[in-house]
């Protein structure tokens, strides 16, 4: 029983274990230099990480509450990936930041909390891992102390994730009132489609599109990324939406299947208006991060059309495009990232030029934004071809065509960057950057997911099995 | 042999030069890549005809079906038949030219050689494929490299042309996006959806899904190959575009889309494809003769070749409008002759601009006296353009209209003569610029200094003209390499419209 407990357990006993690392590490005697303490934090990330790949079992714990498969591990395993690329590519930041230990322990506290929001089997466990999923984020969103801008992101993003909570729980509750149940398995042989039921079920899906910024329901996103650090946005935009994702299509597809004609149309009008929405703020964004930010509200638009697929191929098309997605998303804030530690500059003006100092920098941000716009043979080509075949099994071509259309307007600002990096003059273009090994690492993992992913056939294939 | 070759070959060569920095290493790996890869074509083409003598009558040779994304039945599915055979050969002929052609390129030549490179294997991965998923995504491939082509090396209004350029290109790539997958999901093999076209075109589509997804799928190839109203991407992409870039846009890149349409449109849609004919008819005399008109007006060389493309390749789209046998054999005839004339004009017209600095046409004048080489390739390529007999647009213009006339219907008739008529209106600009810019007293005395073509220019122009004349002389070597090809296309049309 008890190595029961260890063993399915082990992603999130592993994470808990590091917090407690990091907490006797800074409260400690020792002054630890801010570059060894981040190589040890690094090499503790890639441990946990391999620590993922073995000793698997399938079962549940908790009566019930806590489940794990080999589908969960494999979502865990991306997610593990994701903060080790992050936390990689923030070193030149951190290292100039006096509360690292602090950084990394409320980072690993949101992680803990989407393992167990992951791994939820139960309603109320689900909201719990939520919570602890946000919190720790509203702190890490200020985490540039003397910025004012990083104090606004806070708090913006502190009030607007306590709005979506209380919508989440008040959905929970009328939910809870009319199944008479908090287990996933009996809510949903309890659904009959009620009018009680899908007003408890907009409630809960509002909640959900509110996490992760899908139109009408974006509004906080652009401000928080825009003030948060770099790191923290790649974390908000990649990690956190992500592990959302995951839990929504295996909400959607598993609880609420009952109710599947209802939220197909939901899904249908949320995906449209937020490719187009996105899209066309994106056009005229001239902050990098911000521009990214709006990107990333398009691509979930993309995402939410894989999940109306309510099909096998709609689950694997969904988890294949986040694992592009988060490659891709990563190698394009890596270079961001850089850009804005080491030369201060967050424009798409200043990258104007870019190419004639940062050759191999400029070739990562293009293969990366080219995978966003979903253009071959990254990766991004066939996350999208798979999103959008997925949703078209459905035979609403109406909502394909808008969607093909909408990759054609997300094409047009992706090309403006680079544009502004090859073709653009400018007089003083950001200098040479030294980027490290730190953040190339980071950056050589983005690019060999890009290209690996997409023309090997092996991890949609994988994903495909496991959701089968 | 394997056909996968001839997309791994330029890959390989295009990651091959990564290491080196010189533009003369660079160059000189690019050159020996794609000789070799010249050889390869040529021989598929001795392999192909082998087979083909030997009495293999199967749809395509050379098949090899690897399995990619298993779950969704999607292969790596290669195969060719005469008409991919013609369009391989094409596109070695214009790759190698190009290459040739710039040859001088000093500003960032690395990376100029490694996007053309790239862009050459995502024509030969589009003319071999037989999977609908490997076409679209060798079809997308090619975009991005053209866009980079134009916007850092490319002249004028750049940036503009290669937005604009890449922007319609991936709209018509959507437009195609829809069609596929509309095709795939109306075709049940054994209980499975298939992007395989061979067995696709075995299964029945319904007529009503054909005409719902053919217009998707032919203009979006049609937009590629500048069908009316979409074509306003070619004048600005071919005039911005640096030589080479020019040379494969017009000559390769617009017959994605015609190979496209003919392809997958009409060879799987047949009956949409009958139901649509009179609409695709209108659409291509209108680009026919209004390419040849807006010709007339323009002053600036390479804008007189890109419209006079949208009146070339509007013969394209009517040959494969009228679908008989004949008019779809000229069809693909005149893809394959305008490909090497297009690219040859559009090599003079860099290589004059190269020295003059200047394509306007009222400021050039007398070039034979100084540069009878280059005066002599313009010359050629545009009597060829004007359909000269003896040249390869002269043979593809009159299949094209033989088999037009072929329908007995008076809306078809009159169609095929105003296409007919364009031919005058193409003289008239194609004689007057030749009249200005080559012949006539040298008004500048600058031009007096201007030296001939160099080895490398000689050779890419010897090389297409080699090519011209192949087709014009002895035009049955590639209507017997067609034939079989179409026959297959036509079966599926014959059977509807008797």
Request: glycine letters at 8%; charged letters at 10%; hydrophobic letters at 55%.
């Amino acid at each position: 029983m008890l190595a029961d407990f260890f063993i399915l357990m082990k992603a999130e006993l592993v994470i808990t274990l590091l917090i407690f690392t990091l907490l006797f590490l800074k409260i400690g005697n020792k002054e630890w230099r801010n570059e060894s303490l981040l190589n040890i934090i690094n090499l503790l990330l890639f441990i946990n990480l391999l620590s993922g790949f073995f000793i698997a079992k399938e079962g549940t714990l908790f009566g019930d509450m806590f489940r794990t498969n080999e589908l969960l591990r494999f979502e865990k395993n991306m997610l593990n990936l994701g903060i080790l690329i992050i936390s990689l590519q923030s070193y030149h930041w951190l290292k100039q930041h006096k509360h690292v230990p602090e950084f990394y322990m409320l980072l690993l506290s949101t992680l803990l909390g989407m393992f167990f929001m992951i791994s939820a089997n139960n309603i109320l466990m689900f909201y719990l891992a939520l919570e602890l999923s946000t919190i720790p984020l509203a702190a890490l969103c200020n985490f540039d102390l003397h910025k004012k801008i990083a104090s606004e992101a806070a708090f913006k993003m502190s009030i607007s994730s306590a709005f979506s909570s209380g919508l989440l729980l008040f959905g929970i509750s009328l939910l809870y009132g009319t199944t008479g149940s908090l287990n996933f398995a009996e809510i949903s042989s309890q659904l009959n489609g009620s009018p009680l039921q899908l007003f408890s079920f907009i409630l809960l899906l509002s909640g959900f599109t509110f996490k992760i910024s899908a139109v009408p329901f974006h509004l906080w996103t652009a401000d928080v990324y825009e003030g948060s650090p770099v790191a923290v946005t790649s974390y908000l935009s990649v990690i956190s939406k992500a592990a959302i994702l995951f839990v929504l299509v295996s909400v959607l597809y598993n609880v609420f299947q009952p109710l599947g004609s209802n939220w197909y149309n939901m899904l249908f009008v949320l995906s449209v208006l937020t490719m187009i929405i996105g899209n066309l703020f994106a056009l005229r964004q001239q902050n990098m991060k911000r521009f990214l930010a709006f990107s990333s509200i398009a691509q979930v638009g993309f995402i939410l059309i894989g999940i109306t697929g309510q099909s096998a191929e709609g689950s694997a098309s969904v988890i294949y495009f986040v694992l592009v997605y988060l490659f891709s998303n990563l190698g394009a804030f890596g270079v961001v990232a850089l850009v804005s530690s080491l030369a201060g500059k967050e424009n798409i003006d200043d990258y104007k030029g870019f190419y004639t100092h940062n050759k191999l920098l400029s070739w990562v941000l293009a293969i990366s934004l080219f995978s966003l716009a979903g253009i071959p043979p990254t990766a991004g080509f066939f996350g999208k071809f798979f999103l959008l075949l997925a949703g078209a099994a459905k035979g609403n071509y109406i909502l394909i065509t808008i969607a093909a259309l909408n990759m054609v307007i997300s094409l047009y600002y992706y090309l403006r960057i680079i544009k502004a990096m090859f073709m653009d003059e400018n007089k003083n273009p950001v200098e040479k950057i030294n980027a490290g090994l730190q953040p190339k690492l980071a950056l050589a993992i983005c690019m060999i997911g890009i290209i690996v992913t997409g023309l090997i056939s092996g991890a949609y294939n994988y994903i495909y099995s496991l959701v089968k | 042999m394997n056909l996968s070759l001839l997309v791994i070959l330029p890959i390989l060569n295009a990651l091959l030069l990564l290491p080196f920095k010189e533009a003369k290493q660079v160059r000189l790996i690019t050159l020996a890549g794609a000789v070799v890869q010249f050889i390869l074509c040529f021989f598929l083409l001795y392999l192909f005809w082998q087979e083909k003598t030997t009495g293999n009558t199967s749809l395509m040779l050379f098949e090899n079906n690897y399995k990619w994304y298993a779950p969704l039945n999607i292969n790596f599915h290669t195969g060719v038949d005469g008409i991919s055979v013609s369009m391989i050969l094409l596109t070695a002929f214009v790759v190698l030219a190009g290459i040739l052609v710039s040859w001088k390129q000093e500003k960032l030549s690395k990376e100029f050689f490694f996007l053309l490179l790239f862009l050459s294997a995502g024509a030969y991965g589009f003319f071999i494929s037989i999977d609908l998923f490997t076409l679209f995504f060798f079809l997308e491939l090619a975009v991005i490299p053209k866009f980079l082509l134009i916007g850092i090396w490319g002249s004028g209004k750049k940036e503009y042309s290669a937005m604009k350029l890449a922007l319609m290109l991936m709209g018509g790539s959507a437009l195609v996006f829809v069609g596929l997958a509309g095709i795939y999901f109306n075709t049940n093999i054994n209980g499975a959806h298939s992007f395989d076209m061979l067995q696709i075109a075995q299964s029945n589509i319904s007529e009503d899904i054909q005409k719902l997804f053919f217009p998707f799928a032919f203009i979006g190839f049609g937009i590629f190959t500048a069908l009316f109203p979409f074509h306003t991407w070619v004048p600005d992409g071919h005039s911005s575009a640096p030589t080479a870039a020019s040379m494969f846009l017009a000559g390769i890149s617009m017959k994605l889309g015609g190979y496209g349409c003919l392809r997958v449109a009409t060879w799987l849609m047949p009956d949409a494809a009958h139901h649509y004919s009179t609409i695709i008819i209108i659409l291509a005399c209108i680009a026919i003769l209004y390419g040849a008109f807006a010709t007339m007006m323009q002053t600036d060389l390479k804008y007189i070749n890109a419209y006079s493309s949208i009146s070339h390749c509007g013969f394209v789209l009517l040959g494969i409008g009228m679908l008989t046998q004949t008019a779809i054999t000229g069809a693909v005839m005149q893809m394959v002759s305008h490909g090497l004339m297009t690219a040859l004009f559009f090599a003079a017209i860099g290589m004059i601009y190269d020295r003059t600095h200047t394509r306007q046409v009222a400021q050039l004048s007398g070039l034979l006296k100084v540069m009878p080489f280059i005066s002599a390739v313009f010359v050629i390529a545009g009597l060829c353009s004007l359909g000269l007999p003896g040249l390869s647009g002269f043979v593809a213009e009159m299949t094209v209209f033989m088999g037009s006339w072929q329908n007995a219907d008076s809306f078809y008739r009159i169609a095929t003569i105003i296409a007919c008529a364009s031919i005058v209106v193409t003289a008239v600009y194609i004689l007057r610029a030749t009249g200005q810019v080559i012949m006539g007293p040298i008004t500048n005395n600058d031009y007096k200094s201007l030296k001939d073509a160099a080895w490398n220019e000689k050779l890419a122009a010897v090389i297409l003209i080699t090519g011209i004349v192949a087709i014009g002389v002895a035009p049955f070597w590639l209507n017997d390499l067609l034939r079989p090809a179409t026959d297959i296309i036509m079966q599926k049309i014959s059977a509807i419209t008797k």
